[in-house]
């Protein structure tokens, strides 16, 4: 257990509507990550962070935006939700000697 | 570009059977490491193992074994006597944060 929580874990939103979803940790890893998981495309690389305030654009970083102002909360923003953006996100953090990936439960997010 | 290729989608086994899943990689650095992961039907990832390409040796973990092979990029993994607990999407990917599509593996009893 890395001791990763997301929030919330389900979330139904509508087309136009703002949302953040949160990845927390709780063993001051420096680097986090976001991925989106799609049928077909595996996990894709949105944002990640190397530091508090330090990010950088992933692979599919269209529409979306982060913030790291604490070493433990890594926030997921969608100005602006579209239909294109429902999928399951996943919160990721480095960990150990290996700087092995570990994930968080994941948020299933549904924008109508 | 994806740089990880997980060609098989899906692979349907009975139990005790073995499965191999591929994985192909692209890279040009000399010095890189891969993963793989698996994703059970109650959706989270687990991490199975990382290797490293220094590391010439394959790797056994009880019924899992993985067979890397540098000469044909590829890294591909089995389960040797498989069990409907091994039912699940597996991912394989590499040191830049490049996923396979993942093989959804079904193990029918």
């Known amino acids: 257990d890395a001791g990763i929580t997301q929030s919330p874990r389900h979330k139904v939103t509508e087309t136009g509507t703002p949302v953040t979803l949160r990845c927390h940790q709780t063993?001051?890893?420096?680097?986090m990550y976001w991925y989106r998981q799609d049928p077909g495309h595996g996990l894709r690389l949105i944002h990640y962070s190397y530091g508090v305030k330090d990010t950088d654009k992933g692979e599919v970083s269209d529409g979306y935006s982060v913030s790291r102002s604490k070493t433990e909360d890594f926030l997921l923003t969608l100005e602006s939700a579209t239909s294109s953006q429902t999928s399951v996100y996943f919160c990721?953090?480095?960990?150990?000697?290996?700087?092995?990936?570990?994930f968080g439960p994941g948020t299933r997010l549904l924008v109508l | 570009a994806q740089k990880v290729t997980q060609a098989q989608t899906e692979i349907s086994v009975v139990e005790k059977e073995d499965v191999t899943l591929d994985c192909v990689y692209e890279t040009r650095d000399t010095t890189y490491y891969l993963f793989w992961y698996k994703q059970p039907p109650s959706g989270e990832l687990v991490f199975l193992i990382r290797r490293n390409s220094f590391d010439e040796q394959n790797e056994i973990s009880g019924r899992y074994s993985w067979n890397f092979q540098k000469s044909t990029s590829s890294f591909n993994f089995t389960i040797t006597a498989s069990q409907v607990v091994d039912s699940a999407v597996y991912f394989c990917a590499d040191y830049k944060l490049s996923f396979g599509a993942g093989t959804t593996v079904t193990v029918r009893a």
């Open positions: 063993e001051n890893h420096r680097y």
């Open positions: 990721a953090i480095r960990a150990g000697t290996q700087e092995t990936q570990y």
